[in-house]
């Protein structure tokens, strides 16, 4: 049975419960309409937000070409009295066109827009993929991303911003398009995200956000090794390891990381030989591992 729904919605720093829960809406992202649909299914989605409190009360998805996400609105009181919130999550790679965005490794300058000044440059693909539902429309799309989040009953509340994968890509440049315009936002929490600028936009970016971005890594978790660190790309963020044994931990060391990896690489090269290569990439891998430690914070934290 998971845990009670509870969550700080006015705090910058790393709470177990806000990652679980962010986890579990990452997880959510996936939900698809039909096996021919890639459009999220908000009535799913809005009813499961419901099962954890009754605070939620609407649910908008996007949904344009390789894109999907969903922006979901909590109006505070609650079961647990919480105060209201916002949580933007965006799904990760769900389709195997999707990884042509995720694999590519051209950079361009963040942000686009002609007279600003850019801050550094960011992957490219990471970058349209989330312009797609920022600022345009998919064919059954009502609004932008950008125009939901415009709205009082919206931009008045904390936002919380999550994703998996690709998602977890697409919540960074998010938060690098939060921090540029100013748009309050209080922490981005993302799971086994690839790597998503160039050295330049983290130095900038984690000036300003470093402590409110928490990015975590599963073990054995390909994804987050990409695009290639020779080509000069880079994470952002807070980093948070989970290791062989479900055990959480902040700024391990690149040794303990070898090591550790070089046990979990023995059931990785197992699994990978019953098709189960992406096991760590998992989401529910994520959410297990976050539940287990939703009792305490990680050393240093």
Known sequence: MPPEFKFEPYTTFYKPHNAYWLARAAGLAYTRKASDDASP??????RELKAWDVGFSEVITFNNKSSQAFVAKHDGG???????????????????????????????????????????????????????IWEDKGPDDQFTMQEVLARDDYRRKPF?????????????????????????????YTFGQPRPSKRDLKRHFDAEAKQRYFRFQNNNDVVSRVPQRLAGYTHVGTFLYIDNEQNLTSDVGAWFQFTDRVDGLKAFVRERAQGGAFRDHDIAQYIEALEKNIGRNPAGL
Do not use: M, Q
């Open 41 to 46: 299914d908000g009535n799913v989605i809005l």
């Open 160 to 188: 919380w911003i999550t994703g998996h994968s690709l998602g977890g890509a697409l919540a960074s440049v998010c938060s690098f398009n939060f921090a540029y315009y100013d748009v309050p936002f209080y922490g981005t």
């Open 78 to 132: 609650g079961i647990f009295g919480s105060p209201g919130f916002v949580i933007i999550a965006f799904r990760g790679t769900d389709e195997k066109a999707d990884w042509a965005d995720n694999l590519g490794v051209w950079a361009v300058d963040f942000p686009a827009e002609r007279g600003a000044a850019p801050l550094g440059r960011v992957h490219g693909g990471f970058y349209r993929a989330f312009l797609d």
